[in-house]
T-cell receptor, first 118, second 109 residues
């Protein structure tokens, strides 16, 4: 069974379009994340949700809006796509049952969504 | 089976001791990345290795890439409580990026 799944795996779209990437985890985790992987393969965190509440919101354009209908899902909606949005987006989850603080949990990653904006 | 295996899964060491974490890929590596997971900040990038035999160091952390074995090791010298956390490796196999299973490190003062 897939622990963290993302759909679609590939997404090719025109500049200016609005698109969504879905993420689901069946691990029963409380915290989910979205990362953007740049051209050098470095990962940068974008958002983090704990029990459907936003806890990390890094400096990303307002065009990016995460939505968490329940704690097993964290979808990423992108409005007015730009060329610079082309990247691989990774979803991850962790069992942060201890809540905010110094407790560290292993993050489990999805397979990534490769977004190409033309 | 995992494309990227990390060992050990967890590690408890006394402060001042040296330790090694391994990351083995089932595919040819074009790049190997080491991260430290920190809650509230996401992944923290530590080092990237691309060439066979490459070795990089930052403070007391050294990472090596053995391209032939499709393996990388992360070595911490004279561990400190600040080194505690989850260490994760990531592998670029050319057309896919995989993550390891993570190694939880506890350093006892």
């Amino acid at each position: 069974d897939t622990a963290v799944s993302q759909t679609p795996k590939y997404l090719v779209t025109q500049m200016g379009n609005d698109k969504s990437i879905k993420c689901e985890q069946n691990l029963g985790h409380d915290t989910m994340y979205w990362y953007k992987q740049d051209s050098k393969k470095f990962l940068k965190i974008m958002f983090s949700y704990n029990n459907k509440e936003l806890i990390i919101n890094e400096t990303v354009p307002n065009r990016f809006s995460p939505k968490s209908p329940d704690k097993a899902h964290l979808n990423l909606h992108i409005n007015s796509l730009e060329l610079g949005d082309s990247a691989v987006y990774f979803c991850a989850s962790s069992q942060d049952s201890m809540g905010l603080g110094s407790y560290q949990e292993t993050q489990y990653f999805g397979p990534g969504t490769r977004l190409l904006v033309l | 089976s995992q494309e990227l295996e990390q060992s050990p899964q967890s590690l408890i060491v006394q402060e001042g001791k040296n330790l090694t974490i391994n990351c083995t890929s089932s595919k040819t590596l074009y790049g190997l990345y080491w991260y430290k997971q920190k809650y509230g900040e996401g992944l923290i990038f530590l080092m990237m290795l691309q060439k066979g035999g490459e070795e990089k160091s930052h403070e007391k952390i050294t990472a090596k890439l053995d391209e032939k074995k499709q393996q990388s090791s992360l070595h911490i010298t004279a561990s400190q409580p600040s080194h505690a956390g989850i260490y994760l490796c990531g592998a670029d196999t050319g057309n896919q990026f995989y993550f390891g299973t993570g190694t939880s490190l506890t350093v006892i003062p």
